[in-house]
């Protein structure tokens, strides 16, 4: 099960127990409820109905049903601009975010070629695998 019906469901157990952690994997040191004080705070139907990632790209239909059941998971979490959109964020930030500042750390935003990161291997042109690049 994916898409639209798994949301549903989701959206069923919450309506059941809106204070039940959505993060099981972090209880029982922080328990994450699917929805902030018990009441789903869905998004306003015009905003939905504009709404879009900050590529431009569509939101998914599953995501358009969680968000016309509630905002408040993601607006903890920093997912939208004071006037609604959804923020831009780099994945180490939005991993931060979420996970905490080790984590975050661990997806670099900008990725350096992989024969940078390992640093000088052997090659007649100092590249890892002896062929000359452009890449700088």
């Known amino acids: 099960?994916?898409?639209?019906?798994?949301?549903?469901?989701?959206?069923?157990?919450?309506?059941?127990?809106?204070?039940?952690?959505?993060?099981?994997?972090?209880?029982?040191?922080?328990?994450?409820?699917?929805?902030?004080?018990?009441?789903?705070?869905?998004?306003?139907?015009?905003?939905?109905?504009?709404?879009?990632?900050?590529?431009?790209?569509?939101?998914?239909?599953?995501?358009?049903?969680?968000?016309?059941?509630?905002?408040?998971l993601l607006e903890r979490h920093k997912w939208f601009t004071p006037d609604g959109d959804f923020a831009p964020r780099p994945l180490d930030q939005l991993v931060g975010d979420e996970m905490g500042d080790f984590w975050g750390v661990q997806y670099p935003f900008e990725f350096a070629p992989v024969y940078k990161q390992l640093g000088p291997e052997p090659g007649q042109d100092g590249t890892p695998n002896g062929t000359a690049t452009d890449r700088s």
């Open 1 to 72: 099960m994916h898409g639209v019906p798994l949301t549903e469901k989701v959206i069923a157990a919450a309506r059941r127990d809106p204070a039940a952690g959505a993060l099981p994997y972090l209880l029982p040191h922080v328990n994450v409820p699917w929805v902030e004080g018990g009441v789903a705070n869905p998004m306003d139907e015009a905003l939905l109905a504009d709404a879009a990632f900050p590529s431009g790209r569509p939101l998914s239909p599953s995501l358009r049903a969680w968000l016309a059941y509630d905002i408040s």
